[in-house]
């Protein structure tokens, strides 16, 4: 389960601090505020800016991460339990321990601040003057059947999109090889929805997600 108890909790914090200083740094710089930073033998030996996405966990996977640690989910990209579990999921590659939640009210208030700031590097700005910064922050549940973290707003689009109809496609029509008046047949489509649910290196760290 990436939200849960946190081995050695108190070491993990202090490397998930610097990982929200560099998502300070980047929202500062009008970038989206996802900082991280990669932790070898209890040191940092990288840091970035910009939950690991489903690419990005794959990668880390493949490079044989020992282990992530992340403030906040995303609902839309997250590869560790947002939408994907590409961390726990089996394969060729090994898997690694996710850990989610460290310092995540403040991750999630450095995202909202972002999304209600005006961007002036961006191609076509939109004015946000009128947006006003929320601050209730939702508690994170567990849905029963994936045990996959997710909150009030997720689990309400999953709900809308389970009950939403199947749109049907209209048959294409296969034409009959053989007789010159002979009738056409129809095979029908059938439309499948689908559905949507400091890193360690081989040893510490953390990045929040967003």
């Known amino acids: 389960m990436v939200f849960g108890p946190i081995p050695n909790r108190e070491y993990h914090e202090g490397f998930m601090r610097k990982a929200i200083e560099m998502a300070q740094f980047a ?17 940092v030996i990288g840091r970035g800016i910009n939950e690991p996405c489903i690419m990005c966990a794959s990668a880390l996977r493949q490079y044989g991460i020992r282990a992530v640690y992340f403030g906040c989910l995303n609902d839309r990209f997250g590869g560790c339990g947002g939408v994907m579990n ?3 999921d089996p394969g060729i590659d090994s898997t690694f321990p996710c850990y989610g939640g460290l310092f995540r009210e403040e991750a999630i208030m450095l995202l909202r601040r972002f999304y209600v700031q005006e961007n002036e590097k961006a191609p076509d700005p939109k004015p946000k003057k009128n947006r006003e910064l929320k601050t209730e922050i939702l508690p994170v549940t567990v849905t029963p059947t994936t045990g996959a973290p997710t909150n009030a707003a997720a689990a309400a689009r999953a709900i809308a999109a389970a009950k939403a109809p199947v749109p049907q496609l209209a048959p294409i029509p296969t034409p009959v090889l053989g007789a010159q008046n002979a009738t056409q047949k129809s095979a029908p489509v ?13 040893t510490g760290s953390s990045k929040p997600s967003g």
């Open 27 to 43: 929202l500062a710089s009008d970038e989206t505020p996802v900082g991280c930073v990669f932790v070898h033998n209890g040191e």
């Open 86 to 88: 590409i961390h726990s």
């Open 190 to 202: 059938a439309a499948t929805p689908l559905a949507t649910p400091s890193i360690e290196q081989p």
